[in-house]
């Protein structure tokens, strides 16, 4: 349901223009550069095309934004006219098909970044549909620049899992001129500036953190590449042979460092109809002055005033968040985060932070709670690698696994200072940290590490602190690249000794992932010993989801480990997946059978023998006895 908008909503000249008549309020009667986007227009910096938008804005650009156009007529996508250098698309911050379905493939009942959580607002492959439509708005003379996480994720052919097969690049396959991926700050600055100084779109073939498909392959300059060129094995190889496209995979996986990565081009199609994606090497990260800068650009931290004040479940979630930095190190075989903001941290100052907390506390319906301050990884701010010829050459995809590279700076001293200076800024009752926390990374840290956990669970935790130990089979741990179940186990009770030293009572919430590549059921019946034993009853859990050019996604398809080209276990079966789920929510008396028939397959129950927990039978429809906490004998 719509409401009115609040005597504390910004009036529509705080975002950038909507309409025609936003427009002709600022005197314009062109844009620039046009923003179209799946989501709902928040202008938020956790929201991309925010972000964008102020950065090019922030250069004297005319930039305004269609969010969420009716894609079954171009009318919609085309109301602020053509834009005079390009027009910008987006999915929007999700993948539209992660945003659609879930891991059964069943359709979603709503939408977070839609006002109202509503469902239907965008279409399945959302960027290729905007662009579709963009250029039959526009015509061929327009440049379209794909972006955000769906574009990233799609630079190359990638597998997809709801049409459960090897799909193009969407380079080759949309009607773009150029893939953005990555961050897209530089990139988006870059291809604008070149633009208006009369740059034809055909001569950006290197701008890093691209992706293209040249008209005329000769003029790619591919020959002149200081780094030199790597083949990758053509779309049609990798889409029919499952262990050339593991070792597709392999390949690409290795030039994610912008000092080292070479560029990349992949053949799609064949005879005269053959074209060549070119994937420039990823855009040189930003620096802290820079991510300063963008985080402290006039956001008006709220949704436009059109929706009326809707609820728009993603807002209301970062609303009072401060993202301290960008990226992730750790590499984690699931994770799509380092595959689009990369796998190089960049933090941002501690004045910047504070400054913002300042501002935030300012505004009139702050309540006096910092909701969140992390990023994709909490305690990683001001963490990067301490040698510049180390870095170089340097091809690991992780910085902390199978062990934290000696190089990698690893300081929470810094984490402490600022924690404690946020807790005195003024207005500021509460700061909590809801990101991810590696605790593997406060162990490590021999001199500060305790320091960090006993400030972070004494001052930060809102009384459940979410962790993801992931699993408990070494061999899925390891294929994830998460430390063991034992590193977890010594932060369990690191979490408990000083929670009874601040005198609270606040839980950790483990959140574990079923059906992973490498699990088998055997595997996923020892995660359910494991929370049997322990009493943890999990009521949310993620099923592994493939996403596109995730390593762990690739083995789904391939049934290979890109690195070591060895077998790897994968649960096609959608009942196996149930099944794996089931027994990681074994609380649940629904979900009994599925359970029961998991733990007779690995032999733990006789045939005809029913499940009892901790000497309590099951009993359908009738609720169960909580498992005592952990720690506490039942």
């Not at 029919?240 to 390949?251: E, I, M, T, V």
């Not at 294929?479 to 590193?487: A, H, S, V």
Request: hydrophobic share 35%; charged share 25%.
């Amino acid at each position: 349901m719509s409401h009115r908008p609040t005597a504390s909503t910004p009036p529509a000249a705080r975002f950038l223009p909507t309409t025609r008549e936003e427009m002709r309020a600022r005197g314009w009667e062109e844009l620039d550069v046009l923003l179209v986007s799946g989501d709902a227009y928040v202008d938020h910096p956790s929201f991309g095309t925010a972000v964008i938008g102020r950065v090019l804005e922030a250069q004297g650009l005319r930039v305004g934004v269609v969010a969420q156009p009716d894609w079954r007529s171009t009318a919609d996508i085309a109301r602020l006219g053509r834009p005079r250098l390009f027009a910008g698309i987006t999915s929007g911050a999700m993948d539209s098909m992660v945003n659609h379905y879930t891991a059964h493939k069943r359709r979603r009942s709503d939408d977070a970044y839609t006002p109202g959580g509503a469902a239907g607002r965008r279409p399945d492959r959302a960027t290729a549909v905007y662009a579709r439509l963009a250029r039959q708005a526009f015509g061929d003379a327009c440049c379209l620049v794909a972006g955000g996480v769906e574009a990233s994720l799609r630079r190359l052919a990638h597998y997809d899992y709801w049409d459960d097969r090897v799909l193009p690049s969407l380079a080759a396959a949309s009607q773009v001129d150029l893939v953005v991926y990555g961050q897209g700050e530089r990139p988006i600055l870059e291809i604008a500036r070149r633009l208006a100084a009369g740059e034809d779109p055909c001569g950006l073939t290197d701008v890093a953190g691209t992706a293209l498909v040249p008209k005329d392959l000769a003029l790619a300059g591919l020959e002149a590449r200081e780094r030199g060129v790597l083949a990758l094995p053509a779309f049609e190889e990798v889409a029919k042979d499952k262990r050339a496209f593991a070792d597709f995979s392999r390949l690409y996986h290795l030039e994610h460092n912008g000092a080292n990565a070479r560029t990349l081009t992949q053949r799609h199609g064949t005879g005269a109809a053959a074209r060549t994606v070119v994937v420039n090497p990823p855009a040189a990260t930003l620096t802290t002055e820079e991510l300063d800068r963008i985080a402290e650009l006039p956001f008006a931290r709220d949704a436009h005033p059109s929706y009326g004040g809707a609820h728009i479940p993603a807002l209301e979630q970062i609303r009072w968040s401060i993202q301290i930095l960008r990226g992730c190190s750790a590499g984690c075989s699931f994770c799509c985060i380092t595959e689009h903001q990369g796998r190089e941290v960049t933090s941002r100052s501690e004045g910047s932070v504070l400054r913002e907390m300042r501002e935030m506390a300012a505004r009139p319906d702050f309540r006096g709670t910092i909701t969140d301050l992390g990023g994709a990884t909490a305690n990683m701010w001001q963490m990067y690698c301490s040698s510049e010829e180390a870095h170089a050459v340097c091809r690991r995809l992780s910085c902390v696994y199978p062990k934290i590279c000696k190089f990698w700076k690893t300081d929470h001293a810094p984490l402490v200072q600022l924690y404690r200076k946020a807790r005195q800024v003024k207005g500021v009752k509460h700061v909590f940290v809801g990101s991810g926390l590696r605790y593997d990374l406060a162990h490590h840290d021999a001199e500060h590490g305790q320091e960090y956990l006993k400030e972070l669970i004494a001052h930060h935790v809102s009384g459940q602190l979410k962790v993801a130990p992931e699993h408990a089979a070494p061999d899925v741990l390891q294929i994830m690249k998460k430390p063991g179940i034992e590193e977890f186990e010594r932060f369990r009770g690191e979490f408990q000794r000083y929670t009874k030293e601040a005198g609270k009572e606040q839980y950790l919430v483990p959140y574990f992932i079923s059906s992973h590549p490498g699990c088998t059921l055997e595997d996923g019946v020892k995660l359910y010993e494991y929370l049997e034993k322990n009493g943890w009853r999990p009521q949310q859990v993620q099923d592994f989801t493939p996403t596109p050019m995730t390593l762990a996604s690739d083995m789904h398809w391939s049934g290979y480990h890109p690195l070591t080209m060895k077998p790897v276990h994968v649960v096609r079966d959608l009942h196996e997946k149930k099944m794996q789920k089931a027994l990681l929510r074994w609380g649940d008396p629904e979900l009994r059978p599925l359970v029961e028939e998991a733990l007779r397959r690995t032999g733990r129950l006789k045939p005809g023998k029913r499940l009892v927990t901790r000497g309590v039978p099951w009993k359908r429809n009738a609720g169960w006895r909580p498992a005592p906490r952990a720690g506490r004998k039942p």
